[in-house]
C-alpha cells in the first residue's frame, strides 16, 4: 500500500512538472488569443504585470466560443480565477452594453468578468473592459489590449506579436523625500509615468504600496446603485517606515497599450530612532538632530531666571542646563506688576466690595 501510495505522489509530481513545461512551450506557441474556423477562440492572453500570469482560452472543459454577435464561455488564470463571457455573468456591468460582442471584423467590445472577484457587498468586481476611446481588443491582431481597474489587473493583452523591441517603453520615474530616515518616521515618495495614462504599481520590498484612491458615481442621478469606477492618483505618497532596520527598496512599474514595460527603483537606509546621546543613531549623517542641542534657552522667572543651552540629559532626552538664582528672590508686593518672588505670578491684593445704593465701600 505504501508503495502504491509513493508511486501515485511520484505519477502525480512528474505530471505536475510535464504539465508546467507543456504550459510554458504552449505560451511560447500561441501568444495571443484567435479565432478559428469554428468561431473557437484559442491561446492565451497575458497580464501586463508579469506576476499575474497568463489567461488560457481553450482547455478539455472549458473554452471561448462565438456565437452570432457574441462570446460565450470561460477562459482560466491561475491567479485570477474563471474569466466569463457569459451574458448571465454580466448583468450589472459598470456601462452598457453588458454583454461581450465580436463583430465581422473579429473586434471585441463591451465586459467581460472575473466571476470569482465580485465584491461581496455588491457588483462591482471583476469588470474587463474589451474596449475603451484609446484602446481595445481585436482577434488576431498584433497589439490588443482590454483594461481591468477595479481589481488591480491593468491591462491585458490579447495580441500576437511576441517582438516587442521595437516598441517605446514607458517612462517610470520614482523619488524619494529623503535616502535616509529613522525607524518609526515616513517617507515621502513622488512618481510619474509616460503616458500620463499608464497603470502604475509600486512596491516596497515586494508588498504593495497603494497608489490610488477610488470613487464611485452614479451614470444616472436616480440610480441607487454605484454605476462607475474612478481611480485618482495618489502623489505624493506618505509611507510608514515600520518594521526592521535596513535597506528598503522601492519598485514602480508602469504598463500601458503599445509600450513596454517601465521601470524604476530606489533604495532607502532606515536606521535606529535618533535619540540625544552625541551619536548618529540613524545613519543620516547628522547627530541628535531634533532636540536643538546647544541652542540658547532659559530657565526661572523675573530676576531669577538664568541663561544657558539645551543639552543632552544622559536619558535619551534633552534639557535646559540654566539654573534659576533664587537669591534674587525677595518678599512680593502686591499690585505693582513685578514678580518679587520669582514664582510665575504678579499677585494681587485682596479685597472685597459692597455696593449698596449705588455706593461703594472697599474694605481692606
Known amino acids: 500500500m505504501?508503495?502504491?501510495?509513493?508511486?501515485?505522489?511520484?505519477?502525480?509530481?512528474?505530471?505536475?512538472?510535464?504539465?508546467?513545461?507543456?504550459?510554458?512551450?504552449?505560451?511560447?506557441?500561441?501568444?495571443?488569443?484567435?479565432?478559428?474556423?469554428?468561431?473557437?477562440?484559442?491561446?492565451?492572453?497575458?497580464?501586463?504585470?508579469?506576476?499575474?500570469?497568463?489567461?488560457?482560452?481553450?482547455?478539455?472543459?472549458?473554452?471561448?466560443?462565438?456565437?452570432?454577435?457574441?462570446?460565450?464561455?470561460?477562459?482560466?488564470?491561475?491567479?485570477?480565477?474563471?474569466?466569463?463571457?457569459?451574458?448571465?455573468?454580466?448583468?450589472?456591468?459598470?456601462?452598457?452594453?453588458?454583454?461581450?460582442?465580436?463583430?465581422?471584423?473579429?473586434?471585441?467590445?463591451?465586459?467581460?468578468?472575473?466571476?470569482?472577484?465580485?465584491?461581496?457587498?455588491?457588483?462591482?468586481?471583476?469588470?474587463?473592459?474589451?474596449?475603451?476611446?484609446?484602446?481595445?481588443?481585436?482577434?488576431?491582431?498584433?497589439?490588443?489590449?482590454?483594461?481591468?481597474?477595479?481589481?488591480?489587473?491593468g491591462w491585458i493583452s490579447f495580441g500576437t506579436d511576441t517582438s516587442t523591441s521595437s516598441l517605446p517603453s514607458c517612462t517610470a520615474s520614482l523619488s524619494l523625500g529623503s535616502s535616509s530616515v529613522a525607524l518609526g518616521s515616513t517617507t515621502t515618495l513622488t512618481w510619474n509615468s509616460i503616458p500620463e495614462s499608464a497603470s502604475c504599481s509600486l512596491e516596497e520590498d515586494g508588498i504593495n504600496v497603494n497608489l490610488y484612491s477610488e470613487s464611485w458615481y452614479y451614470a444616472n442621478a436616480e440610480d441607487e446603485i454605484d454605476d462607475v469606477r474612478t481611480y485618482d492618483k495618489i502623489n505624493p505618497v506618505i509611507v510608514p517606515v515600520n518594521g526592521a532596520i535596513g535597506t528598503r527598496t522601492y519598485s514602480l512599474i508602469c504598463t500601458a497599450p503599445g509600450y513596454n514595460q517601465g521601470n524604476a527603483t530606489k533604495t532607502l537606509e532606515v536606521g535606529s530612532p535618533e535619540v540625544c546621546d552625541g551619536i548618529d543613531n540613524n545613519g543620516n549623517g547628522q547627530i541628535d538632530e531634533g532636540f536643538y542641542i546647544g541652542q540658547f534657552c532659559s530657565n526661572g522667572y523675573a530676576a531669577c531666571a538664568q541663561n544657558g543651552t539645551i543639552q543632552c540629559t544622559g536619558l535619551y532626552g534633552s534639557y535646559c542646563n540654566a539654573v534659576p538664582d533664587m537669591t534674587k528672590a525677595t518678599t512680593e508686593i502686591c499690585d505693582n506688576d513685578i514678580d518679587e518672588d520669582c514664582n510665575g505670578v504678579n499677585e494681587t491684593c485682596s479685597s472685597s466690595s459692597l455696593w449698596w445704593n449705588g455706593w461703594t465701600e472697599v474694605k481692606p
Open 2 to 153: 505504501k508503495t502504491i501510495i509513493k508511486n501515485k505522489i511520484l505519477f502525480c509530481a512528474i505530471f505536475a512538472l510535464v504539465f508546467i513545461i507543456s504550459i510554458n512551450n504552449v505560451h511560447a506557441a500561441t501568444y495571443g488569443v484567435s479565432i478559428d474556423a469554428s468561431n473557437n477562440l484559442n491561446g492565451y492572453a497575458w497580464f501586463s504585470q508579469d506576476k499575474f500570469g497568463w489567461i488560457k482560452f481553450s482547455g478539455g472543459s472549458y473554452g471561448v466560443y462565438k456565437s452570432g454577435t457574441t462570446l460565450n464561455g470561460y477562459a482560466w488564470s491561475s491567479n485570477a480565477g474563471w474569466l466569463s463571457f457569459n451574458s448571465s455573468d454580466l448583468v450589472g456591468c459598470p456601462t452598457a452594453p453588458c454583454s461581450a460582442n465580436i463583430d465581422a471584423s473579429n473586434n471585441l467590445s463591451g465586459w467581460a468578468k472575473f466571476i470569482s472577484h465580485t465584491i461581496t457587498s455588491g457588483n462591482n468586481g471583476g469588470w474587463v473592459k474589451l474596449r475603451g476611446t484609446s484602446y481595445g481588443v481585436t482577434l488576431g491582431a498584433t497589439q490588443s489590449y482590454a483594461w481591468n481597474g477595479s481589481d488591480g489587473f
